[in-house]
C-alpha cells in the first residue's frame, strides 16, 4: 500500500505545488476530483492515502468505481485487480462458485484479537467489479463490520469467504 500512501503527498508537491501541510493540500485535490466526478464526499473520511483510517459507504464506493469504469486507464486497472478464485487476495475465495474468474476486486481487512473469548474480530470489505454473462462491468461494494470469531476460526478467511459468496450470488442474479 505505499503508493496508495504516498498519492495524497504526492498531487500536494505535483500538483498543488504545496510547501506544507502537504496531506490537507493532497486530500484539497482529492475532493474536488471526487466532487467534480458528482461523487459525494460527505459519504467518506480519509486520513491517510492508505486506508488505514479511512471510511467509505457502500454507495460512495460503487459510485467511484462507476466513474473509474469511464476512464480511459480502466482496461489496466481491471487487469491489475485479485480475480476471485484465480489469483492474488482472492485465489482461495469461492473456487468452485460459477463466478470464478468473473468477480474482480479489491480486499480490504482490519482486525485484531479479541482476549473476551480469545478469538478475533474483523473488518472486510470487498469492491471492485463482477463481469457479467454478457461482458459488461458492474461495480459493487460489500462490507462486513464486526465480524466476531471464535479462537479456533480464522476469522479473515471465513469473512472472505462470505464476501466472495455475496459476489458469487450478485453474479448468478445479473
Known amino acids: 500500500n505505499l503508493h496508495a500512501a504516498l498519492l495524497p503527498y504526492m498531487w500536494a508537491v505535483y500538483l498543488a505545488h504545496a510547501k506544507s501541510d502537504y496531506l490537507t493540500a493532497g486530500f484539497a485535490l482529492e475532493a474536488k476530483m471526487l466532487s467534480n466526478a458528482g461523487i459525494d ?8 492515502g492508505e486506508g488505514a483510517t479511512a471510511f467509505f459507504t457502500p454507495d460512495f464506493m460503487v459510485h467511484y468505481l462507476a466513474w473509474v469504469r469511464k476512464q480511459s486507464w480502466f482496461p489496466s486497472l481491471l487487469r491489475g485487480l485479485p480475480i476471485m478464485g484465480v489469483d492474488g487476495t482472492l485465489v482461495n475465495i469461492q473456487r468452485s462458485s ?18 473476551l473469548n480469545q478469538g478475533q474480530i474483523i473488518e472486510k470489505g470487498l469492491a471492485g467489479f463482477i463481469t457479467t454473462r454478457g ?8 462490507y462486513l463490520s464486526a465480524m466476531n470469531g471464535p479462537h479456533d476460526e480464522d476469522t479473515g478467511n471465513v469473512a472472505g469467504q462470505v464476501l466472495g459468496g455475496m459476489a458469487s450470488a450478485t453474479y448468478l442474479n445479473l
Open 41 to 48: 464526499v460527505n459519504q467518506a473520511a480519509q486520513q491517510d
Open 98 to 115: 460459477p463466478a470464478r474468474g468473473k468477480v474482480f476486486a479489491k480486499t480490504g481487512t482490519n482486525g485484531g484479537s479479541n482476549y
Open 135 to 142: 461482458g459488461h462491468h458492474v461495480a459493487f461494494a460489500f
